[in-house]
C-alpha cells in the first residue's frame, strides 16, 4: 500500500483555477463614482453613459461598474473632483467585463416607480480619459488582461 506525502495532498489541492470573461471597450461619459464597499471591504461602482450610435443620432447606454482595479479606481480617485461636477465632461475610452442586464426602479421623476434597466459589470481599465476635452489619463499599457485578475471570482 502506498501513502500520501504532504507534499502531493499538498500539490493535488493547489489547482488554478480558470474564468471565462466576456470583454468589451467602449467610450462613454464618466458620470458619478460611489462608495458601495463595508467596513471590512473598501468598494466602488462607477456609472458610464457609454455612447453608441452614429455621430448625429448618438444613444446613450447606462453601465453601472464595479471597479475592480487598483489602477482603474486611483485614476477616476485622482479626477473625482472633475467626475461629481455637473458643468464638466469626463468622457473616458474604457474597458469592462462580464456585462449583464441590471434591472432597478425608478426612485422619482416621471417614471417613478417603473422598471428599468442597466449594463452591470466590472470596470477593468480605462483606456484615456478627457476631461472637457483635454486629456488628462492615457493608459499605454500594452497588454489589456494586466488587471483582470482582479475581476475574476467577483461574479
Given at each position: 500500500m502506498r501513502q500520501t506525502t504532504e507534499h502531493e495532498t499538498h500539490s493535488s489541492h493547489?489547482?488554478?483555477k480558470r474564468y471565462f470573461n466576456e470583454y468589451v471597450q467602449g467610450l462613454g461619459y464618466l458620470n458619478s463614482i460611489r462608495d458601495i464597499g463595508s467596513e471590512k471591504k473598501v468598494c466602488f461602482a462607477a456609472q458610464v453613459s457609454a455612447l453608441q450610435g452614429s455621430s448625429e443620432h448618438v444613444e446613450y447606454v447606462y453601465?453601472?461598474?464595479?471597479?475592480?482595479?487598483?489602477?482603474?479606481?486611483?485614476?477616476?480617485?485622482?479626477?473625482?473632483?472633475a467626475i461629481e461636477n455637473d458643468d464638466a465632461n469626463v468622457l473616458v475610452h474604457f474597458k469592462m467585463t462580464n456585462p449583464r442586464p441590471k434591472p432597478f426602479i425608478y426612485k422619482?421623476?416621471?417614471?417613478?416607480?417603473?422598471?428599468?434597466?442597466?449594463?452591470?459589470?466590472?470596470?477593468t481599465r480605462?483606456?484615456?480619459?478627457?476631461?472637457?476635452?483635454?486629456l488628462v489619463y492615457e493608459d499605454?499599457?500594452?497588454?489589456?488582461?494586466?488587471?483582470?485578475?482582479?475581476?475574476n471570482g467577483m461574479q
Open positions: 493547489t489547482e488554478e453601465h453601472d461598474l464595479m471597479v475592480t482595479s487598483e489602477r482603474v479606481l486611483k485614476v477616476i480617485m485622482d479626477h473625482r473632483q422619482q421623476g416621471e417614471r417613478a416607480g417603473e422598471l428599468g434597466a442597466t449594463i452591470g459589470g466590472f470596470l480605462i483606456v484615456s480619459m478627457k476631461v472637457n476635452g483635454e499605454k499599457q500594452d497588454n489589456d488582461f494586466v488587471d483582470d485578475q482582479n475581476a
